[in-house]
């Protein structure tokens, strides 16, 4: 497609600070949460096998169509999780659970379009894009930490504090799904500066923007036969020529998702704070992962070396027998400092992977890259999650 509207760039592109604003808010409406081990099992598979498909696709799928879905999904999930618990006045039962087992299967789902719809549109602007939507990711994190403390100390006497808190978070996630559907559908592609890349992407040939140019009032057209497109690698090419980054994410997520959050509920070592630790210590790798995700803007301290990034992501597997001898022999000083750690590289790393990875790519390969990169973080979480039972098996509780 060939953008009909000039696109040579302004002076000074507008509208980036908004832009920032956001796709940070975009990032936290992907809200964060840790349910139970079992409908983790159940969200993952469904995250990851939409991906897979959306990412092979992802050429000829319409980038804004798949945004808004993934946000009305989300949207329509969240508030259904409301309406169960409302009607049956927080009940259980088998008819319950396998309810709310389809309602997180439609997360999994919902995340795998918005997060690689979002990553992939965002590859191909400035790299303080896709951190700012990362950082909003964190954010969501921190978040549910905050509101479970703080309910945990309103409630914690009460017979139903634990409902009465989640059902402030599932209102809070309604909320700002709604706000995130809105500010993708009339606000974010009406910005000068995302019209400029999007319309650079439309000239590299990418389809994908259309809708979204269109939205905004550019129209396109396609190109004719004399109109040379740059080359485009394959998806197979990009993922080659890009798999130690790839590998990178798979290895941050298998990592950190092995220890956290389960081995904390599991194995906490010498404490004092009886059933607040657990949420302390899940609040502060929160607050760490989302304050690592600031540190690449400032330049020098940004690490974009390919080999040294992937010493550094690797020696992160240090961190499991370090968490099992400070369970064993430690105290909690100690395991309050590897858990900042851990929080701290996992966020510090996989916005330095993100933002250096779609270096030198043209728009479509971009997006291209941004769509498989989820794959393997989405895939590096699932098989965390399922290394985290051997933490169980290994404590004598499973």
């Known amino acids: 497609m060939a953008a009909v509207a000039p696109i040579e760039a302004p002076v000074k592109l507008e509208g980036r600070f908004k832009a920032i604003v956001v796709c940070w808010i975009l990032g936290f409406g992907t ?170 992407a439309a000239r590299e040939g990418s389809k994908t923007v259309a809708s979204d140019l269109a939205a905004a009032g550019i129209q396109t057209e396609a190109a004719d036969n004399d109109t040379k497109l740059p080359d485009r690698l394959s998806s ?28 904390l509920y599991e194995n906490t070592g010498k404490h004092d704070l009886g059933s607040w630790y657990p949420l302390v210590l899940i609040s502060v790798y929160n607050v760490w992962d989302l304050i690592a995700r600031y540190i690449p803007l400032i330049e020098f301290l940004k690490m974009e070396s390919r080999k040294g990034l992937m010493i550094a992501i690797l020696s992160r597997f240090l961190f499991i027998p370090a968490f099992y001898f400070t369970a064993k022999y430690g105290d909690q000083g100690w395991m309050i400092m590897l858990i900042s750690f851990l929080g701290l590289t996992n966020g510090y790393f996989t916005v330095c992977v993100m933002t250096v990875a779609p270096k030198g790519c043209t728009g479509p390969e971009a997006n291209a890259l941004g769509n498989l990169l989820v794959v393997f973080i989405l895939g590096g979480i699932f098989m965390g999650v399922a290394l985290d039972w051997l933490w169980i098996i290994g404590n004598g509780s499973f």
């Open 236 to 263: 197979k090419q990009l993922l080659f020529k890009n798999i130690d980054y790839a590998m990178d994410l798979f290895f941050i997520y298998v990592l950190t998702l092995s220890i956290f959050p389960g081995f």
């Open 31 to 200: 809200l964060d949460y840790h349910p139970s081990r079992v409908l983790t099992l159940v969200y993952q598979p469904f995250a990851i096998g939409t991906m897979v498909i959306l990412a092979y696709n992802e050429s000829k799928i319409d980038t804004r169509k798949r945004n808004i879905t993934g946000y009305i999904l989300f949207f329509l999930c969240t508030l259904a999780l409301i309406v169960i618990d409302l009607a049956t006045s927080g009940k259980g039962g088998i008819g319950n659970y396998i309810a709310i087992c389809v309602f997180v299967a439609g997360f999994g789902v919902a995340e795998a379009h918005v997060q690689g719809g979002m990553v992939g549109d965002l590859a191909f602007m400035k790299p303080e894009f896709i951190q700012s939507f990362f950082a909003g990711l964190a954010a969501s994190g921190a978040l549910t930490s905050g509101l479970r403390l703080i309910t945990k100390a309103a409630f914690d006497k009460s017979s139903n504090g634990l409902r009465k808190g989640t059902m402030l978070f599932l209102a809070i996630s309604t909320f700002f799904e709604f706000l995130c559907i809105f500010l993708y559908s009339f606000v974010f592609g009406k910005l000068p500066i995302v019209k400029y890349y999007r319309m650079n």
